[in-house]
């Protein structure tokens, strides 16, 4: 492949917004906000109140981590009172993990930190050019969601 070529611009550009957002959430003071979260209590507790409850190794495919690591930050998130188990109707043997009301106030604050910070970044865009971006990004989402395997859970929708 050419190393000109815009699929290879793209990819440089997707590969250093990892690496950026990745530092940018690193830097943010998350405990000073009162009830702040560090960015793994933040992305679980985030697919868990938008699109759970979720079993564990359901929650481990979906965020891309390994189930012992989900399972020590889902039992510390449960410490905190930001989410609860909950006997899974389909196989009594197994649980789920649903969010509490106190994690649902948590994650709207710590959500509503992270899209000031968005805001701030693109307040000298237009409208038009966030709208677009917007079009675009989701569209990009899309499309790798449709290249991973189904598993049976919501990989295409991000954590708000």
């Given amino acids: 492949m050419d190393e000109d ?30 009830r702040g979260l560090e960015r793994p209590a933040y992305v679980l507790l985030s697919r868990i109140a938008v699109d759970g409850p979720f079993r564990l190794s359901a929650l481990a495919t979906d965020v891309s981590l390994d189930l012992s690591t989900v399972s020590r930050q889902v039992a510390a998130l449960e410490n905190a009172g930001l ?35 968005w805001e701030e970044l693109l307040a000298g865009w237009t409208p038009r050019q966030r709208q677009l971006f917007a079009e675009l990004f989701t569209r990009l989402n899309e499309s790798i969601a449709e290249r991973l395997p189904q598993t049976g859970t919501t990989f295409e929708r991000d954590a708000r």
């Fill in 5 to 34: 070529s815009e699929h290879a611009a793209i990819g440089r550009q997707v590969g250093r917004f990892i690496r950026l957002s990745e530092r940018l959430f690193a830097t943010l003071k998350w405990n000073e906000a009162g």
């Fill in 83 to 117: 989410v609860r188990r909950l006997p899974d109707p389909s196989d009594k043997r197994a649980s789920l993990v649903e969010v509490t009301e106190l994690g649902r106030e948590v994650f709207a604050e710590n959500r509503d930190r992270w899209l000031a910070i």
